[in-house]
């Protein structure tokens, strides 16, 4: 068993000891140190100690055979065949990792009535898909998903499979992995591959505060699972390859005991606290009717709209649209503040945003020193133009 | 009714660096509480034993410390609590600690119904409690936004996903995890607190489970291992766009697609 061991003979200071954990994990009781549960072998004490006092010994690790484990797979997620583009992201990545360990890709699709959708893949560069079609996988019910993934594996030995962080995936890889007794890293940010075939997985811990960079180098096979808009879809071909692979499996696994009653479309969303964009109109905007050009814009950006203490005063939004210590806090991908100064009370609601862009005409502004990008210019001008060239930008696209 | 609530004592705060030099956490005290997705799980439970006749225990797993989530638990309404606490199990990732947790839960017979919080602050990981339920083999609804209806044999929820609510009637044993807002949280009553004062809080360790291996837990029993913590890229690239109107507009245009917001 791996353990850290203390060399109470190499001991000159028991109370510098103990205070080397920031876990409180070393105790002094009774002129005996020790080392209690709150330890999380951080190893830390054998970093900042420099007398030898403790001593790490490792365990033997459990040993796999990584040559019987070949290939990267993506599961396939997708509601009634509409599949989700974070699939085609992990394809991208997938593919990108294949190529350098000369690895094939496979996808695992399962469902009812799913061939067509299954098809599309073939456009996308991948060796080969599995798909699994039975009407008992019609509606997302864990054992029968969880017993046509076992299946796949142990048919398939995939080295590392990717999984969607979507409501499906956050809920069916943990219990895969757990079958098979191996590693799940959630929401991974990067992902790369080492010639070993381990996958170097890197996620944000401790509220994105910190980066994470985590192995799974004794198990097989390897789970990440990943968000969506995190890797970049590879373009979709016009000829088709690789193969499709129907497969069977045993009616009796695909019993459960959760019944699906009733499926209801979910009212949408309008809060500002899960958008993934926010338009923030602020002081900047002049009139009621200039609201207008900052909805435009939200529209076009699939975005919320929120107002700055000020602008909610005037009542131009709905109070529930403030940002800000008096109001609400976000976390969008992006926010594009317009207009808006910066008070610090504004900030402490927003700064958690991943891509902070602030337009406004006062270059001293305080919200640029939290902008990645500050823009400085009149929001009268560089929206509408920002408008135009996304309209123009779609009708190339169509 | 038996009902188990899986609770988690976390760090006070998010405000956690690391030491550039050295890659290790700086944390300074050990400021902490109960982890506050567990409060929804727990006024959950609290809630059945309001309509039935239930008994709510809640379980955690961390150092001794950690008995303080407990009694909160109890100033809530729990009727028991465990804290799992081991040398042994230091240094478990999710596998090894949702391994622990259920050999825990079950010591005593697989209760009738498990609750979650939908994840934690400090780990985010959402995945213990898929995990646990695979371990008890039970099956798990995740991201539960509401209890509709419990009987001695099933239990009917509405299941949270993308673009629809599922409501799905699932067999007990089963374990359920809910989501954030599910319900409102009580505050801990300070009747409850005096009632529960003198009321033990169970310990077990290892020496207490069914699986004795010691591969199975804490560093030996999780396969996966951090290579290394480091600080996010900094984050101090502050650019300053200036330039005519077309110039900026294009810019961020170009800069938005390249991002990936204009996809729809």
């Known amino acids: 068993m791996a353990k850290i061991i ?61 040559s019987l484990w070949n290939g990267i797979a993506v599961y396939v997620d997708h509601l009634e065949g509409d599949i989700y583009p974070v699939t085609f992201e992990l394809i991208g990545k997938a593919e990108e990792l294949a190529a350098k360990t000369g690895q094939p890709v496979y996808c695992l699709m399962m469902g009812h009535n799913i061939a067509d959708s299954a098809a599309e893949l073939m456009h996308y560069g991948v060796d080969e898909v599995f798909i699994y079609d039975y009407k008992e996988l019609e509606h997302f ?9 076992e299946d796949f594996i142990k048919q398939v030995k995939p080295s590392s499979i990717l999984v969607g962080g979507t409501t499906i995936g956050r809920s069916l890889a943990p219990r895969i992995a757990a079958r098979f007794r191996t590693g799940l890293t959630a929401d991974c940010t990067v992902l790369d591959i080492q010639p070993d075939t381990n996958l170097d997985q890197i996620r944000p811990a401790f509220g994105g505060n910190i980066m994470a960079h985590i192995n799974t180098p004794d198990h097989r096979p390897q789970f990440a699972t990943v968000r969506y808009k995190i890797f970049n879809a590879p373009e979709k071909k016009g000829t088709s390859s690789g193969n499709l692979r129907r497969c069977t499996i045993d009616a009796a696994k695909l019993k459960s005991n959760i019944k699906v009653l009733e499926i209801n479309a979910k009212e949408l969303e309008t809060g500002i606290e899960d958008a993934e964009v926010i338009i923030v109109a602020g002081r900047g905007v002049k009139k009621a009717e200039d609201m207008e050009m900052i909805m435009e814009l939200a529209k076009l950006l699939n975005a919320q709209v929120a107002g700055t203490r000020s602008l909610i005063e005037t009542g131009w939004l709905d109070p529930k649209r403030q940002i800000g210590l008096s109001g609400r806090t976000v976390k969008p991908q992006l926010i594009i503040t317009c207009g808006v ?39 009268y001008e560089i929206i509408p133009a920002l408008i135009k060239n996304i309209k123009s930008g779609m009708e190339v696209k169509s | 009714m038996k009902i188990t609530v899986c609770i988690k004592q976390v760090p006070g705060t998010s405000e956690v660096e690391v030491d550039e030099k050295t890659g290790v956490l700086k944390r300074d005290g050990i400021d902490s509480k109960m982890n506050p997705y567990d409060l929804f799980a727990l006024e959950s439970a ?23 989530i407990i009694r909160e638990a109890y100033m809530m309404g729990a009727d028991d609590g465990v804290i799992l606490s081991d040398r042994r199990f230091a240094g478990s990732d999710v596998l090894a600690t949702a391994y622990t947790l259920s050999q825990g839960i079950a010591r005593d017979g697989i209760p009738d ?25 039970i099956p798990h609804v995740a991201d539960v936004r509401k209890i509709i209806d419990l009987t001695s044999e099933h239990i009917k929820v509405e ?33 409850l607190k005096l009632a529960s004062a003198g009321r033990p809080v169970k310990r077990l360790s290892l020496d207490d489970f069914s699986d004795q ?34 110039e900026l507009a294009g810019r961020l245009f170009e800069q938005l697609s390249e991002k990936k917001f204009l996809q729809r």
């Not at chain 1, 019910?141 to 993934?149: D, G, L, S």
């Not at chain 2, 996966?224 to 650019?239: G, L, S, Y």
């Open chain 1, 6 to 66: 203390i060399n109470h003979d190499k001991v000159k200071d028991p109370q510098k000891i103990v205070e080397l954990c920031p876990f409180g994990a070393i105790d002094y009781i009774n002129g005996y140190l020790s080392i209690n549960s709150a330890c999380k072998m951080c190893r830390l004490c054998l970093k900042k100690d420099t007398d030898g006092v403790f001593k790490y010994v490792e365990s033997q690790r459990p040993q796999v055979d990584k």
């Open chain 1, 141 to 149: 019910r864990i054992e029968p998903y969880t017993a046509v993934f």
């Open chain 1, 341 to 379: 100064s910066g008070a610090i009370q504004f900030v402490a609601g927003m700064n958690g945003s991943e891509h902070i862009v602030a337009i406004n005409t006062d270059k001293q502004a305080p919200i640029f020193q939290n902008a990645h990008v500050g823009i400085v210019g009149d929001i």
């Open chain 2, 46 to 68: 609290i809630r059945i034993k309001q309509q039935f006749a239930t008994e709510v225990t809640a379980i955690t797993m961390g150092p001794p410390q950690a008995e303080e």
């Open chain 2, 113 to 137: 119904l498990i609750i979650c919080g939908k994840q934690t602050t400090d780990g985010d990981t959402a995945q213990v409690g898929p995990e646990i339920a695979e371990f008890l083999n």
């Open chain 2, 159 to 191: 299941m949270d996903m993308p673009q629809t609510v599922e409501v799905v009637e699932v067999k007990l044993p089963a374990l359920i995890t809910v989501a954030k807002d599910i319900n409102e949280p009580r505050l801990p009553s300070f009747k």
């Open chain 2, 213 to 246: 291996d010691e591969m199975n837990y804490g560093l030996n029993g999780s396969p996966t291992q951090v290579i290394k913590i480091f600080p996010p890229p900094a984050n101090d690239d502050h650019e300053i766009w200036e330039g005519s109107t077309t």
